[in-house]
Nanobody, 126 residues
C-alpha cells in the first residue's frame, strides 16, 4: 500500500523557517516524482515544488523560488521542503503527492498525481 506521511508543520513568525518532511512507503521512491502542494482556506490547491528521483531535477513556483528548497534522501524514501523567510501568505495546509515515472510538464496540477498525504498545517504569523 502506497503511503505518504507529512510532518514538520507548525506555527512560526514571519521571517522564520520550517522544514517539512514527506516519508514515502509502499513504493520505491527512485521511480517517482514527489510534489509539494499547499491549500489555503477558500483557495485552490497549488503546486509549490517538485523533485524527480529519476533525474534529480527540481522546480519551484515563482512565489517560493529563492526561499524554499526541495531535497530528497533516497535511503530514507523521504523528501524535504526547507522553507525560509516565511510570509503570512505561506499559511496553508501543505501536502506531498507522488506520481510514477517522468515528471509531467504540468507538475503543478494536482490531478497529475496519484498518491497524496494527509497534509500538515503551516501557519505564519505577522
Amino acid at each position: 500500500e502506497v503511503q505518504l506521511v507529512e510532518s514538520g508543520g507548525g506555527l512560526v513568525q514571519a521571517g522564520g523557517s520550517l522544514r517539512l518532511s514527506c516519508a514515502a512507503s509502499g513504493f520505491i521512491a527512485d521511480d517517482y516524482v514527489i510534489g509539494w502542494f499547499r491549500q489555503a482556506p477558500g483557495k485552490e490547491r497549488e503546486g509549490v515544488s517538485r523533485i524527480s528521483f529519476i533525474d534529480g531535477t527540481t522546480v519551484y513556483t515563482d512565489s517560493v523560488r529563492g526561499r524554499f528548497t526541495i531535497s530528497s534522501d533516497s535511503a530514507k524514501n523521504t523528501v524535504y521542503l526547507q522553507m525560509n523567510s516565511l510570509k503570512p501568505e505561506d499559511t496553508a495546509v501543505y501536502y506531498c503527492a507522488a506520481i510514477e515515472g517522468v515528471a509531467p510538464k504540468s507538475w503543478y496540477y494536482p490531478w497529475e498525481y496519484d498518491y497524496w498525504g494527509q497534509g500538515t498545517q503551516v501557519t505564519v504569523s505577522s
